[in-house]
């Protein structure tokens, strides 16, 4: 077994270093990490009343959320800090947040 470590390709971030961009009105989103073929990590933090412009769709992959703090909807019920969902390709749902949260998002597929 190997016993070097190594680093290379290694990527941290700390979400409140970097800026974040207004992608809907009260939804912010900060950019941790993009890989190929559009895999990506984020952070999105929902103001309180915030909500996604229509249906967000997963057509092409799946999206994986980390609800960090606060209370995260998706348009079926409400989810509290430490609960993940996992949306397969070819789901739908319709994020919102009546008192705020922050999400960690990931796209493992692009």
């Given at each position: 077994?190997?016993?070097?470590?190594?680093?290379?390709?290694?990527?941290?971030?700390?979400?409140n270093?970097i800026?974040?961009?207004?992608?809907?009105?009260g939804?912010?989103?900060?950019?941790?990490?993009e890989?190929?073929?559009?895999?990506?990590?984020?952070?999105?933090?929902?103001?309180?009343?915030?909500?996604?412009?229509?249906?967000?769709?997963?057509?092409?992959?799946?999206e994986?959320?980390?609800?960090?703090?606060?209370?995260?909807?998706?348009?079926?019920?409400?989810?509290?800090?430490?609960?993940?969902?996992?949306?397969?390709?070819?789901?739908?749902h319709?994020?919102?947040?009546?008192?705020?949260?922050?999400l960690?998002?990931?796209?493992?597929?692009?």
């Amino acid at each position: 077994m190997n016993e070097e470590l190594n680093f290379a390709g290694a990527v941290v971030a700390d979400w409140n270093n970097i800026d974040a961009t207004e992608c809907a009105e009260g939804i912010t989103e900060r950019v941790l990490w993009e890989g190929e073929n559009g895999k990506r990590a984020l952070v999105y933090e929902f103001k309180a009343g915030a909500v996604f412009p229509g249906v967000d769709v997963h057509e092409e992959a799946p999206e994986q959320v980390f609800v960090i703090s606060g209370v995260f909807n998706d348009g079926r019920e409400d989810f509290h800090a430490g609960s993940f969902l996992h949306f397969p390709k070819g789901t739908s749902h319709a994020p919102k947040s009546e008192s705020g949260c922050v999400l960690l998002v990931l796209y493992p597929e692009g």
